[in-house]
Each structure stands twice: as C-alpha cells, then as structure tokens.
Nanobody
C-alpha cells in the first residue's frame, strides 16, 4: 500500500508562487497532481513518470512545473504566476504501472489534499 502526504499549500496573492510537495511511501511508477475547486469536477494538473515524460493541463502550461526527486520519493509542483482560478484543493496521486497522464481513474493511490487559495 502506498501512502501519499501533501504539503506546501497556503494562501497567496495573484502573481505569487507556491511549491507543493508530496512524500510517497512505497513504490510508484508515475505520479501526478490533480485539483478540485468547490462545485467543480476534479481535473488533472500535471503528471510525470520520473524520467522525461510529462503532461500539463493547458491552463497551467508555462506557469507550473512538475518534478520528482526519486531518491526522496517526493513529487513537487512549482506554481508560479498564480491566478485566482487556481484556487482549489490539490491532490497528489500515484500509479503502479502504465501511463495515464491526466486521467484520474488511471491512478491507484491518492493523498488527502492541500488547499491552495489565490486572492486577487
């Protein structure tokens, strides 16, 4: 069983930055970040296989960067130039095999989430 623990969320003004972290216990093949705003469906933000394959939602391209420290079993999401529409609960997810990109049902494990709030 893999456990995922997110950290790094908080409140920031528009244009600011935050870095989310996700510590994983156990083996994971690829990992990703998802978010869910109140009243909206969960959406994929970024995914990374730990090598060279990444996928970003169009809404965050050029602003967010996903990375992974395999030695620390930790996934990161650097978020720059944050906008109010980025406000959401952010979830870390991990999969055992394959490559599902930003498709949430391709992931096997989920963290509890960390809140990101961006004010205008």
């Amino acid at each position: 069983q893999v456990q995922l623990v997110e950290s790094g969320g908080g409140s920031v003004q528009a244009g600011g930055s935050l870095r989310l972290s996700c510590a994983a216990s156990g083996y994971t093949y690829y990992m990703g970040w998802f978010r869910q705003a109140p009243g909206k469906e969960r959406e994929g933000v970024a995914a990374f296989d730990g090598g060279i394959r990444t996928r970003y939602a169009d809404s965050v391209k050029g602003r967010f960067t996903i990375s992974r420290d395999n030695a620390k079993s930790t996934l990161y999401l650097q978020m720059n130039n944050l906008k109010p529409e980025d406000t959401a609960m952010y979830y870390c997810a991990a999969a055992r095999s394959g490559w599902g990109g930003l498709v949430d049902n391709a992931y096997n494990y989920w963290g509890q989430g960390t809140q990101v709030t961006v004010s205008s």
